[in-house]
Protein backbone atom coordinates (compact mmCIF):
# COMPACT_ATOMS: atom_id res chain seq x y z
CA UNK A 1 0.00 0.00 0.00
CA UNK A 2 2.69 2.64 0.83
CA UNK A 3 4.62 1.30 -1.66
CA UNK A 4 2.47 2.24 -4.71
CA UNK A 5 1.82 5.23 -3.18
CA UNK A 6 5.31 6.52 -3.40
CA UNK A 7 4.84 5.42 -6.69
CA UNK A 8 1.98 7.24 -7.14
CA UNK A 9 3.84 10.43 -5.17
CA UNK A 10 6.84 10.32 -7.47
CA UNK A 11 4.97 10.16 -10.59
CA UNK A 12 2.40 13.16 -9.28
CA UNK A 13 5.92 14.91 -8.44
CA UNK A 14 7.16 14.61 -12.16
CA UNK A 15 4.61 16.11 -13.72
CA UNK A 16 4.19 18.73 -11.51
CA UNK A 17 7.37 19.75 -11.89
CA UNK A 18 7.46 19.37 -15.04
CA UNK A 19 4.08 21.48 -15.77
CA UNK A 20 5.58 24.30 -13.29
CA UNK A 21 8.66 24.39 -15.28
CA UNK A 22 6.80 24.66 -18.70
CA UNK A 23 4.61 27.90 -17.21
CA UNK A 24 8.12 29.45 -16.12
CA UNK A 25 9.13 29.29 -19.82
CA UNK A 26 5.72 29.76 -21.10
CA UNK A 27 5.92 33.50 -19.26
CA UNK A 28 9.77 33.62 -20.61
CA UNK A 29 8.93 32.69 -24.53
CA UNK A 30 5.70 34.66 -24.49
CA UNK A 31 7.89 38.28 -22.69
CA UNK A 32 10.54 37.31 -25.84
CA UNK A 33 7.72 37.63 -28.66
CA UNK A 34 6.09 40.66 -26.91
CA UNK A 35 9.44 42.34 -26.90
CA UNK A 36 10.59 41.31 -29.94
CA UNK A 37 7.19 42.11 -31.76
CA UNK A 38 7.36 45.69 -30.23
CA UNK A 39 10.77 46.33 -31.59
CA UNK A 40 9.98 45.35 -35.07
CA UNK A 41 6.94 46.99 -34.74
CA UNK A 42 9.40 50.11 -33.96
CA UNK A 43 12.11 49.29 -36.08
CA UNK A 44 11.15 47.31 -38.88
CA UNK A 45 14.56 47.56 -40.64
CA UNK A 46 15.97 45.68 -37.55
CA UNK A 47 13.70 42.57 -38.46
CA UNK A 48 16.62 40.26 -39.48
CA UNK A 49 18.82 41.03 -36.01
CA UNK A 50 15.82 40.96 -33.91
CA UNK A 51 14.80 37.74 -35.06
CA UNK A 52 18.30 35.81 -34.56
CA UNK A 53 18.49 37.19 -30.76
CA UNK A 54 14.87 36.34 -29.98
CA UNK A 55 15.38 32.84 -31.76
CA UNK A 56 18.42 32.33 -29.39
CA UNK A 57 16.92 33.90 -26.36
CA UNK A 58 14.13 31.51 -26.53
CA UNK A 59 16.26 28.23 -27.29
CA UNK A 60 17.96 29.51 -24.09
CA UNK A 61 14.64 29.71 -22.07
CA UNK A 62 13.66 26.74 -23.52
CA UNK A 63 16.37 24.57 -22.43
CA UNK A 64 15.00 25.08 -18.96
CA UNK A 65 11.63 23.75 -19.50
CA UNK A 66 13.89 20.73 -21.51
CA UNK A 67 15.52 20.29 -18.19
CA UNK A 68 12.40 20.30 -15.93
CA UNK A 69 11.17 17.55 -18.37
CA UNK A 70 13.94 15.42 -18.42
CA UNK A 71 14.32 15.79 -14.34
CA UNK A 72 10.30 14.96 -14.49
CA UNK A 73 11.05 11.76 -16.28
CA UNK A 74 13.97 10.87 -13.89
CA UNK A 75 11.77 11.59 -10.96
CA UNK A 76 8.93 9.26 -12.39
CA UNK A 77 11.51 6.47 -13.58
CA UNK A 78 13.41 6.62 -10.20
CA UNK B 1 9.00 23.57 -27.96
CA UNK B 2 6.08 24.27 -29.88
CA UNK B 3 6.48 28.21 -29.79
CA UNK B 4 8.90 28.89 -32.85
CA UNK B 5 5.70 28.96 -35.79
CA UNK B 6 6.45 32.82 -36.14
CA UNK B 7 5.93 33.19 -39.81
CA UNK B 8 9.07 34.62 -40.44
CA UNK B 9 10.24 34.94 -43.83
CA UNK B 10 13.87 32.76 -44.22
CA UNK B 11 11.92 30.42 -42.08
CA UNK B 12 9.52 29.84 -44.00
CA UNK B 13 11.78 29.47 -47.21
CA UNK B 14 13.33 26.69 -45.90
CA UNK B 15 10.14 25.05 -44.78
CA UNK B 16 8.89 25.26 -48.18
CA UNK B 17 11.70 23.66 -49.85
CA UNK B 18 11.36 20.50 -47.02
CA UNK B 19 9.73 18.82 -49.52
CA UNK B 20 12.20 18.61 -52.37
CA UNK B 21 14.62 16.78 -49.99
CA UNK B 22 12.83 14.20 -50.04
CA UNK B 23 12.92 14.40 -53.83
CA UNK B 24 15.85 16.49 -54.68
CA UNK B 25 16.19 17.88 -58.04
CA UNK B 26 12.51 16.96 -59.46
CA UNK B 27 12.69 19.34 -62.24
CA UNK B 28 15.28 18.04 -64.23
CA UNK B 29 15.24 14.11 -63.34
CA UNK B 30 19.54 14.35 -63.26
CA UNK B 31 19.74 13.29 -60.18
CA UNK B 32 16.79 10.45 -59.66
CA UNK B 33 18.50 7.82 -60.50
CA UNK B 34 21.35 7.97 -58.69
CA UNK B 35 18.94 8.65 -55.48
CA UNK B 36 16.92 5.54 -56.42
CA UNK B 37 20.22 3.22 -56.79
CA UNK B 38 21.84 4.91 -53.18
CA UNK B 39 18.21 3.87 -51.57
CA UNK B 40 17.89 0.71 -53.18
CA UNK B 41 21.86 -0.06 -52.24
CA UNK B 42 21.00 0.68 -48.96
CA UNK B 43 18.09 -1.02 -48.28
CA UNK B 44 18.84 -4.03 -50.21
CA UNK B 45 21.55 -4.56 -47.32
CA UNK B 46 18.96 -5.49 -44.92
CA UNK B 47 16.21 -6.67 -47.61
CA UNK B 48 15.24 -10.07 -46.16
CA UNK B 49 11.80 -8.59 -45.01
CA UNK B 50 10.67 -10.85 -42.82
CA UNK B 51 7.05 -11.67 -41.58
CA UNK B 52 7.61 -13.70 -38.25
CA UNK B 53 5.54 -16.15 -36.84
CA UNK B 54 4.19 -15.63 -33.84
CA UNK B 55 4.30 -19.58 -32.36
CA UNK B 56 2.38 -19.03 -29.12
CA UNK B 57 -1.48 -19.09 -28.06
CA UNK B 58 -3.08 -16.31 -28.42
CA UNK B 59 -3.37 -14.93 -24.85
CA UNK B 60 -6.76 -13.53 -23.75
CA UNK B 61 -7.21 -9.73 -25.15
CA UNK B 62 -4.83 -7.07 -23.58
CA UNK B 63 -5.71 -3.66 -22.83
CA UNK B 64 -3.89 -1.10 -25.32
CA UNK B 65 -0.29 -0.18 -23.40
CA UNK B 66 0.27 3.10 -24.70
CA UNK B 67 3.85 3.53 -22.65
CA UNK B 68 5.07 0.61 -24.11
CA UNK B 69 4.14 0.96 -27.48
CA UNK B 70 5.20 4.50 -27.29
CA UNK B 71 8.96 3.61 -25.59
CA UNK B 72 9.14 0.99 -28.26
CA UNK B 73 9.01 3.37 -31.02
CA UNK B 74 11.17 6.01 -29.09
CA UNK B 75 13.85 3.45 -27.45
CA UNK B 76 16.60 2.21 -30.05
CA UNK B 77 15.81 -1.78 -31.48
CA UNK B 78 17.48 -4.81 -32.86
CA UNK B 79 15.22 -4.20 -35.81
CA UNK B 80 12.94 -1.90 -37.64
CA UNK B 81 9.84 -2.76 -37.41
CA UNK B 82 7.29 -1.41 -39.39
CA UNK B 83 3.79 -3.10 -38.40
CA UNK B 84 2.53 -6.05 -36.82
CA UNK B 85 -1.06 -7.98 -38.27
CA UNK B 86 -2.96 -10.59 -37.73
CA UNK B 87 -3.34 -13.96 -40.42
CA UNK B 88 -5.60 -15.46 -41.52
CA UNK B 89 -4.40 -18.49 -39.26
CA UNK B 90 -5.16 -16.08 -36.82
CA UNK B 91 -1.30 -15.83 -35.53
CA UNK B 92 0.42 -12.46 -35.13
CA UNK B 93 3.11 -12.16 -38.07
CA UNK B 94 5.00 -8.94 -37.43
CA UNK B 95 6.63 -6.73 -40.53
CA UNK B 96 10.50 -6.08 -39.78
CA UNK B 97 14.30 -5.56 -41.58
CA UNK B 98 16.13 -7.75 -39.04
CA UNK B 99 19.64 -5.71 -38.03
CA UNK B 100 22.99 -8.13 -37.31
CA UNK B 101 23.28 -8.51 -33.14
CA UNK B 102 27.22 -8.74 -32.20
CA UNK B 103 27.40 -9.64 -28.43
CA UNK B 104 30.59 -9.85 -26.58
CA UNK B 105 30.94 -11.28 -23.00
CA UNK B 106 34.18 -12.29 -21.42
CA UNK B 107 33.58 -15.92 -20.90
CA UNK B 108 31.76 -16.65 -24.20
CA UNK B 109 33.53 -14.37 -26.55
CA UNK B 110 32.25 -12.49 -29.57
CA UNK B 111 29.14 -13.89 -31.41
CA UNK B 112 27.05 -12.48 -34.34
CA UNK B 113 23.76 -13.06 -35.95
CA UNK B 114 20.64 -11.71 -36.90
CA UNK B 115 18.32 -10.27 -34.81
CA UNK B 116 15.35 -12.65 -36.81
CA UNK B 117 17.12 -15.32 -35.04
CA UNK B 118 15.58 -14.28 -32.02
CA UNK B 119 12.02 -14.32 -33.35
CA UNK B 120 10.91 -11.01 -31.56
CA UNK B 121 11.99 -12.88 -28.18
CA UNK B 122 10.18 -16.07 -28.85
CA UNK B 123 13.12 -18.18 -28.95
CA UNK B 124 16.76 -18.22 -27.76
CA UNK B 125 19.70 -18.37 -30.28
CA UNK B 126 23.48 -19.67 -29.00
CA UNK B 127 22.88 -18.99 -25.40
CA UNK B 128 21.49 -15.58 -25.62
CA UNK B 129 17.81 -13.76 -25.15
CA UNK B 130 15.47 -11.25 -25.74
CA UNK B 131 14.29 -9.20 -23.07
CA UNK B 132 10.33 -9.16 -23.91
CA UNK B 133 7.70 -7.84 -21.19
CA UNK B 134 6.13 -10.87 -20.85
CA UNK B 135 9.83 -12.24 -19.98
CA UNK B 136 10.88 -9.33 -17.31
CA UNK B 137 7.07 -10.13 -15.28
CA UNK B 138 8.31 -13.94 -15.75
CA UNK B 139 11.78 -14.28 -14.70
CA UNK B 140 10.87 -11.31 -11.86
CA UNK B 141 13.56 -9.28 -13.14
CA UNK B 142 13.92 -5.90 -12.07
CA UNK B 143 12.02 -3.31 -14.81
CA UNK B 144 15.21 -0.55 -14.25
CA UNK B 145 17.78 -2.55 -14.35
CA UNK B 146 16.58 -4.79 -17.41
CA UNK B 147 14.87 -3.12 -20.36
CA UNK B 148 12.77 -4.41 -22.65
CA UNK B 149 14.90 -5.34 -26.71
CA UNK B 150 17.94 -6.11 -24.27
CA UNK B 151 19.68 -9.11 -24.86
CA UNK B 152 21.24 -11.00 -21.73
CA UNK B 153 22.90 -14.21 -21.44
CA UNK B 154 20.23 -17.47 -20.42
CA UNK B 155 21.48 -21.16 -19.26
CA UNK B 156 20.59 -24.33 -21.05
CA UNK B 157 17.33 -24.75 -19.45
CA UNK B 158 16.44 -21.23 -20.80
CA UNK B 159 16.60 -19.65 -17.36
CA UNK B 160 18.45 -15.94 -17.15
CA UNK B 161 22.45 -16.33 -16.41
CA UNK B 162 22.83 -13.28 -14.44
CA UNK B 163 26.23 -14.26 -14.21
CA UNK B 164 27.20 -13.71 -17.56
CA UNK B 165 27.98 -9.89 -18.80
CA UNK B 166 26.85 -9.26 -22.13
CA UNK B 167 28.53 -6.12 -23.63
CA UNK B 168 26.07 -5.27 -26.89
CA UNK B 169 28.16 -3.95 -29.59
CA UNK B 170 25.16 -4.33 -32.14
CA UNK B 171 24.84 -2.42 -35.03
CA UNK B 172 21.20 -1.06 -34.00
CA UNK B 173 18.40 0.69 -35.75
CA UNK B 174 20.05 3.92 -34.54
CA UNK B 175 23.40 2.81 -36.27
CA UNK B 176 22.39 1.77 -38.86
CA UNK B 177 19.98 4.70 -40.07
CA UNK B 178 22.88 7.11 -38.75
CA UNK B 179 24.95 5.58 -41.36
CA UNK B 180 22.23 5.90 -44.01
CA UNK B 181 21.72 9.48 -43.09
CA UNK B 182 25.75 10.24 -43.22
CA UNK B 183 25.69 8.35 -46.71
CA UNK B 184 23.58 10.35 -48.22
CA UNK B 185 24.02 13.33 -46.40
CA UNK B 186 28.10 12.94 -48.21
CA UNK B 187 26.88 11.45 -51.50
CA UNK B 188 24.76 15.09 -52.08
CA UNK B 189 27.42 16.99 -50.77
CA UNK B 190 30.29 15.64 -52.61
CA UNK B 191 27.74 15.76 -56.04
CA UNK B 192 27.42 19.51 -55.19
CA UNK B 193 30.95 19.91 -54.40
CA UNK B 194 32.04 18.43 -57.77
CA UNK B 195 29.95 20.66 -59.57
CA UNK B 196 31.13 23.60 -57.63
CA UNK B 197 34.57 22.66 -59.30
CA UNK B 198 33.43 22.70 -62.52
CA UNK B 199 32.56 25.77 -62.05
CA UNK B 200 29.08 25.67 -62.48
CA UNK B 201 27.18 27.76 -60.19
CA UNK B 202 30.10 30.01 -59.53
CA UNK B 203 29.94 32.55 -62.35
CA UNK B 204 26.67 31.25 -63.54
CA UNK B 205 23.64 30.25 -62.07
CA UNK B 206 23.35 27.30 -59.31
CA UNK B 207 21.48 24.49 -61.29
CA UNK B 208 19.56 21.39 -60.03
CA UNK B 209 19.93 20.43 -56.62
CA UNK B 210 22.75 23.35 -56.12
CA UNK B 211 19.48 25.71 -55.40
CA UNK B 212 18.41 23.63 -52.52
CA UNK B 213 21.93 23.98 -50.75
CA UNK B 214 23.23 26.77 -51.70
CA UNK B 215 21.12 29.35 -49.31
CA UNK B 216 21.14 27.30 -46.60
CA UNK B 217 24.93 27.64 -46.64
CA UNK B 218 24.77 31.11 -47.16
CA UNK B 219 22.52 31.11 -44.44
CA UNK B 220 24.71 29.44 -41.86
CA UNK B 221 27.59 31.41 -43.18
CA UNK B 222 26.02 34.75 -42.94
CA UNK B 223 23.70 34.62 -40.27
CA UNK B 224 25.95 32.13 -37.93
CA UNK B 225 29.40 32.60 -38.43
CA UNK B 226 30.02 35.96 -39.23
CA UNK B 227 27.68 37.74 -36.53
CA UNK B 228 29.36 35.32 -33.76
CA UNK B 229 32.74 34.52 -34.74
CA UNK B 230 33.90 38.00 -36.98
CA UNK B 231 36.98 37.79 -39.39
CA UNK B 232 37.72 34.50 -38.11
CA UNK B 233 34.74 32.63 -39.53
CA UNK B 234 36.06 30.58 -42.21
CA UNK B 235 38.11 28.58 -39.80
CA UNK B 236 35.33 27.25 -37.82
CA UNK B 237 32.46 27.28 -41.01
CA UNK B 238 33.14 23.57 -41.74
CA UNK B 239 32.38 22.29 -38.35
CA UNK B 240 29.43 24.49 -38.18
CA UNK B 241 28.45 23.53 -41.30
CA UNK B 242 28.63 19.70 -40.86
CA UNK B 243 27.14 19.83 -37.28
CA UNK B 244 24.44 21.27 -38.71
CA UNK B 245 23.76 19.59 -41.94
CA UNK B 246 24.23 16.45 -40.15
CA UNK B 247 21.90 16.93 -37.04
CA UNK B 248 19.28 18.36 -39.92
CA UNK B 249 19.35 15.39 -42.22
CA UNK B 250 19.42 13.14 -38.97
CA UNK B 251 15.97 14.56 -37.60
CA UNK B 252 14.23 14.98 -40.94
CA UNK B 253 15.04 11.17 -41.62
CA UNK B 254 13.98 10.29 -38.47
CA UNK B 255 10.77 12.04 -39.25
CA UNK B 256 9.78 9.38 -41.59
CA UNK B 257 7.40 6.93 -40.13
CA UNK B 258 9.60 3.27 -39.73
CA UNK B 259 12.92 4.96 -38.60
CA UNK B 260 14.60 5.33 -35.86
CA UNK B 261 14.81 8.00 -33.57
CA UNK B 262 18.18 9.19 -33.25
CA UNK B 263 18.50 12.55 -32.23
CA UNK B 264 16.50 11.80 -29.65
CA UNK B 265 19.12 9.45 -28.42
CA UNK B 266 21.23 11.14 -25.86
CA UNK B 267 24.25 9.16 -26.32
CA UNK B 268 24.02 10.91 -30.26
CA UNK B 269 23.41 14.20 -28.40
CA UNK B 270 26.39 13.98 -26.26
CA UNK B 271 28.74 12.85 -28.72
CA UNK B 272 28.05 16.16 -30.92
CA UNK B 273 28.07 18.12 -27.49
CA UNK B 274 31.50 16.65 -26.71
CA UNK B 275 33.02 17.56 -29.86
CA UNK B 276 31.70 21.35 -29.93
CA UNK B 277 33.48 21.55 -26.39
CA UNK B 278 36.44 20.03 -27.54
CA UNK B 279 36.17 22.60 -30.68
CA UNK B 280 35.67 25.64 -28.07
CA UNK B 281 38.09 24.70 -25.61
CA UNK B 282 40.51 24.91 -28.93
CA UNK B 283 39.66 27.81 -29.68
CA UNK B 284 39.82 29.57 -26.53
CA UNK B 285 42.59 32.19 -25.13
CA UNK B 286 44.07 33.81 -22.59
CA UNK B 287 41.55 36.13 -21.77
CA UNK B 288 38.77 33.74 -21.82
CA UNK B 289 40.71 31.73 -19.02
CA UNK B 290 41.61 34.80 -17.09
CA UNK B 291 37.92 35.56 -16.88
CA UNK B 292 37.42 31.99 -15.09
CA UNK B 293 39.94 32.02 -12.86
CA UNK B 294 40.85 35.49 -11.86
CA UNK B 295 37.32 37.38 -12.74
CA UNK B 296 37.56 41.31 -12.91
CA UNK B 297 35.44 41.53 -9.55
CA UNK B 298 36.28 42.63 -5.80
CA UNK B 299 37.96 40.25 -4.16
CA UNK B 300 35.12 39.39 -1.59
CA UNK B 301 33.12 38.10 -4.48
CA UNK B 302 35.48 35.72 -5.98
CA UNK B 303 35.06 32.66 -3.67
CA UNK B 304 31.51 32.81 -5.20
CA UNK B 305 32.17 33.67 -8.68
CA UNK B 306 35.23 31.19 -9.73
CA UNK B 307 33.07 27.80 -8.73
CA UNK B 308 30.03 29.52 -10.96
CA UNK B 309 32.07 30.06 -13.88
CA UNK B 310 34.09 26.54 -13.78
CA UNK B 311 31.00 25.35 -14.00
CA UNK B 312 29.79 26.75 -16.31
CA UNK B 313 32.41 25.98 -19.04
CA UNK B 314 30.74 22.57 -18.32
CA UNK B 315 27.06 23.50 -18.15
CA UNK B 316 27.11 24.95 -22.04
CA UNK B 317 27.63 21.84 -23.76
CA UNK B 318 25.76 20.14 -21.06
CA UNK B 319 22.73 22.59 -22.55
CA UNK B 320 23.41 21.80 -25.98
CA UNK B 321 23.07 17.88 -25.30
CA UNK B 322 19.96 18.32 -23.49
CA UNK B 323 17.99 20.66 -25.60
CA UNK B 324 18.36 18.45 -28.66
CA UNK B 325 17.57 15.71 -27.00
CA UNK B 326 14.70 16.72 -24.82
CA UNK B 327 13.43 18.78 -28.52
CA UNK B 328 13.06 15.42 -30.71
CA UNK B 329 12.33 12.99 -28.18
CA UNK B 330 9.51 15.41 -27.01
CA UNK B 331 7.95 15.86 -30.15
CA UNK B 332 8.06 12.05 -31.16
CA UNK B 333 5.98 11.44 -27.61
CA UNK B 334 3.43 14.14 -28.53
CA UNK B 335 2.52 12.65 -32.06
CA UNK B 336 3.00 9.01 -30.76
CA UNK B 337 0.73 10.50 -27.61
CA UNK B 338 -1.97 11.92 -30.10
CA UNK B 339 -2.25 8.77 -32.06
CA UNK B 340 -1.95 6.19 -28.87
CA UNK B 341 -5.29 8.15 -27.64
CA UNK B 342 -7.32 7.11 -30.42
CA UNK B 343 -6.70 2.96 -29.55
CA UNK B 344 -6.70 4.06 -25.89
CA UNK B 345 -10.48 5.52 -25.78
CA UNK B 346 -11.14 2.71 -28.56
CA UNK B 347 -10.28 0.01 -26.03
CA UNK B 348 -13.10 1.97 -23.61
CA UNK B 349 -15.51 2.18 -26.08
CA UNK B 350 -15.34 1.71 -29.91
CA UNK B 351 -17.72 4.53 -30.77
CA UNK B 352 -15.58 7.14 -28.89
CA UNK B 353 -12.39 5.13 -30.82
CA UNK B 354 -13.91 6.28 -34.31
CA UNK B 355 -15.11 9.84 -32.72
CA UNK B 356 -12.43 11.03 -32.19
CA UNK B 357 -10.12 9.71 -34.27
CA UNK B 358 -10.24 12.42 -37.17
CA UNK B 359 -9.29 14.93 -34.29
CA UNK B 360 -6.36 13.33 -33.56
CA UNK B 361 -5.29 12.86 -37.08
CA UNK B 362 -5.34 16.41 -37.72
CA UNK B 363 -3.75 17.06 -34.56
CA UNK B 364 -1.03 14.61 -35.40
CA UNK B 365 -0.80 16.37 -38.67
CA UNK B 366 -0.47 19.69 -37.35
CA UNK B 367 1.88 18.61 -35.01
CA UNK B 368 4.20 16.64 -37.84
CA UNK B 369 4.54 20.25 -39.59
CA UNK B 370 5.85 21.51 -36.50
CA UNK B 371 8.26 18.95 -36.36
CA UNK B 372 9.45 19.45 -39.60
CA UNK B 373 10.18 23.26 -38.72
CA UNK B 374 11.48 21.99 -35.18
CA UNK B 375 13.73 19.76 -37.31
CA UNK B 376 15.59 22.35 -38.99
CA UNK B 377 15.14 25.16 -35.85
CA UNK B 378 17.14 22.70 -33.81
CA UNK B 379 19.88 22.32 -35.86
CA UNK B 380 19.95 26.20 -36.71
CA UNK B 381 19.91 26.36 -33.20
CA UNK B 382 22.55 23.77 -32.21
CA UNK B 383 24.82 25.44 -35.07
CA UNK B 384 24.19 28.94 -33.65
CA UNK B 385 25.24 27.92 -30.01
CA UNK B 386 27.97 26.42 -30.91
CA UNK B 387 29.19 29.06 -32.87
CA UNK B 388 28.41 31.76 -30.01
CA UNK B 389 30.44 29.98 -27.28
CA UNK B 390 33.53 29.78 -30.30
CA UNK B 391 33.30 33.58 -30.01
CA UNK B 392 32.77 34.05 -26.40
CA UNK B 393 35.73 32.05 -26.50
CA UNK B 394 38.06 34.27 -27.96
CA UNK B 395 35.80 37.52 -27.37
CA UNK B 396 37.82 39.41 -25.46
CA UNK B 397 41.08 39.45 -28.09
CA UNK B 398 39.07 41.79 -30.52
CA UNK B 399 37.06 43.66 -27.72
CA UNK B 400 39.71 46.72 -27.73
CA UNK B 401 40.03 46.77 -31.86
CA UNK B 402 35.69 47.45 -31.47
CA UNK B 403 36.56 50.06 -28.60
CA UNK B 404 38.99 52.05 -30.78
CA UNK B 405 36.33 51.72 -33.70
Known sequence: MYLFLLDAVAVAGGAIGAGLGACGAGIGI???????????????????DIRANMILTAALVEGTALFAIVIGFLAIGK | ?????????????????????????FR?????????????????????????????QKEPKKLFDANEVIFGHIM??????????????????HAT??????????RRGFSMFMSSEFHHGKHNYSGYSLLTSEKIVEWKLNP???????????????????????????????????????????????????????????????????????????????DVAKPNLGNKYEKYLPYLLTIFFFILINNLVGLIPGTANVTGNIAFTMLLALISFIVIMFSSNKHFWKHIF????????????????????????????????????????????????????????KIVGYAVSPFSIAFVVFIYFIEILVAFLQAYIFAMLTAVFIGQAYESEHHEEKMHI
Not at chain 2, 183 to 208: C, D, Q
Not at chain 2, 302 to 331: D, Y
Open chain 2, 97 to 106: IPLPVILYSP
Open chain 1, 30 to 48: GQIGKGAVEAIARQPEALN
Open chain 2, 294 to 349: WPPVPHGVKPIFIPVEILGIFTKPFALMIRLFANMLAGHIIILSLVSLIFILGAAN
Open chain 2, 144 to 222: KKYNIGQVVAVKENGEIDAAVKVYDVSLTRNVVQMIIALSLLVWIMLAIAKRYNKGEGVASAPKGVQNLFEPVITFVRD
Open chain 2, 1 to 25: MLIFHFPFSPFLEVFHLCPLIFAPN
Open chain 2, 76 to 93: DAHEFHFFSYKGNDGEEH
Open chain 2, 28 to 56: NGMISGPVKCLLVAAFSLFSTFIFAQDGQ
